[in-house]
């Protein structure tokens, strides 16, 4: 999917993906895990999570309950609505990357949105490297790998493992249904998928939900069947 492709959605506001609510697993299966593992907080830190190619979601929102915020986001458009959709006004920084050591060429041009815990990246997840961030202790991925075409999910999945710290947990929700009853995106993604573009990490299944009125968000697909999975993807040692 090219840049202009996700560009056009979000100034043709053609956003299917966008949910209304908050997605369920969050309360069901990632507060728990938050809850069980609060004992190994230091104490006023707080543990922070990344959401890669977060879109305007208030999943963001949720987590930020829990966690400081830091998304990636190539459209400028989200990242306004974001806050004014909550009548926050904020005032982009620029910031120019360059992963150290790496030529002019692989610079990163971002704009980053900030207000209290949360912080959005607006540019190109590709170009923002692991090393101008924090090791995070959770990602969030909903509809980030599955709004990627086969040809990118490889790449998409190796870049987005090397934020994968020695304790970080990545929280990542797929959807299956026959992809030859519907063009993408989505794409759908199985768990021999996941094994394969992952290998190397752990690799658990915690949970899937049929989605029962074939209805992803605000778009209602015409597919046999719809499934959403979650998965605990981690280093193989944690
Ligand atoms: C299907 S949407 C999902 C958004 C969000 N995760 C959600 O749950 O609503 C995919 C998002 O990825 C963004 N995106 C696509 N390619 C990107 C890239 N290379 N870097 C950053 N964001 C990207 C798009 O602009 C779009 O907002």
Not at 121 to 138: A, E, K, Y
Not at 192 to 210: H, N
Request: hydrophobic share 40%; with cysteine.
């Amino acid at each position: 999917m090219k840049a202009s492709f996700w560009h056009a959605c979000w100034e043709r506001n053609s956003l299917g993906f966008h949910q209304k609510s908050i997605h369920p697993f969050l309360s069901q299966y990632l507060l728990p895990l938050i809850t069980s593992k609060a004992h190994l907080n230091k104490p006023n830190k707080p543990q922070t999570v990344f959401v890669p190619l977060c879109g305007k979601s208030d999943d963001m929102v949720w987590l930020a309950e829990h966690f400081d915020v830091v998304g990636a986001e190539l459209s400028d458009i989200a990242c306004q609505d974001f806050f004014t959709d909550k009548n926050i006004s904020v005032i982009p920084k620029s910031v120019v990357t360059s992963a150290s050591g790496e030529s002019l060429k692989s610079k990163g041009e971002f704009k980053q949105y900030s207000h209290q815990n949360i912080t959005l990246w607006q540019g190109d997840f590709f170009q923002l490297t692991s090393n101008q961030l924090p090791v995070f202790d959770w990602i969030y991925d909903r509809a980030a790998i599955i709004a990627l075409p086969k040809s990118m999910q490889q790449n998409y999945a190796t870049h987005l493992s090397s934020f994968i710290g020695e304790h970080s947990q990545l929280f990542l929700i797929s959807l299956e249904f026959p992809q030859e009853e519907l063009e993408g995106p989505p794409f759908a993604i199985f768990e021999q998928d996941i094994e394969r573009l992952f290998s190397g990490f752990k690799v658990q299944c915690l949970a899937d939900r049929e989605l029962k009125d074939k209805t992803f968000a605000q778009r209602k697909f015409n597919v046999s069947y719809l499934k959403e999975k979650l998965y605990l993807i981690t280093h193989n040692d944690t």
